[in-house]
């Protein structure tokens, strides 16, 4: 496996004024959701709850900011869009906010 043939799929929640966050449900069920459904697709992954902007006194931009990496777009396409309509079938249960992703390449 050549890491420039990975992607990272980037999945950031937007701190809105009104937004609806369930931290523990986020990092448990929806995590645990992810893991059965994509299993070893997914190489590595990260999860970073935002604590701040550019200074300490802004707020973070993302309350939330995933990352999945998977060994290529294909394989990304199988797993993910097999199990796509799961996975965004969660999001109410722990936010009230649509995310924002991008696809990207590992160099």
Do not use: C, R, W
């Amino acid at each position: 496996m050549k890491k420039q043939d990975m992607i990272k799929i980037t999945v950031m929640y937007p701190n809105t004024a009104d937004l609806k966050f369930d931290k523990p449900y986020y990092i448990k069920q929806h995590g645990q959701l992810l893991i059965d459904l994509l299993g070893d697709a997914i190489i590595s992954s990260d999860v970073n709850f935002g604590l701040a902007g550019a200074t300490p006194d802004q707020p973070a931009p993302y309350v939330v900011i995933a990352n999945l990496v998977f060994k290529s777009m294909e394989t990304f396409q199988q797993s993910f869009g097999a199990n796509a309509e799961a996975i965004l079938a969660d999001l109410p249960n722990f936010t009230n906010v649509k995310p924002q992703v991008q696809i990207s390449e590992v160099v």
